[in-house]
């Protein structure tokens, strides 16, 4: 798993597009909802996130696309 070096990142920057934010839009919500979505005992230890934590990223990047 990626870790940041230092420790906590609790801010990063970076440019993307809108069309990288679509598709980390749509592959987060593949592993949350699709027909091969990760079980939730296993979705903190493929992703570094909880399933509750993922909604709400998915919800940020719905809302990111919306504007």
Not at 11 to 20: E, K, L, Q
Not at 40 to 48: A, C, D, K, N, S
């Amino acid at each position: 798993m990626l870790q940041p070096l230092g420790g906590t990142l609790t801010v990063a920057f970076m440019d993307i597009s809108g069309a990288d934010l679509v598709v980390l839009h749509n592959a987060l919500n593949e592993v949350l909802h699709g027909p091969d979505a990760i079980e939730e005992w296993e979705f903190q230890i493929r992703l570094g996130l909880d399933r509750d934590e993922a909604v709400l990223l998915l919800a940020r990047l719905s809302g990111a696309l919306s504007t």
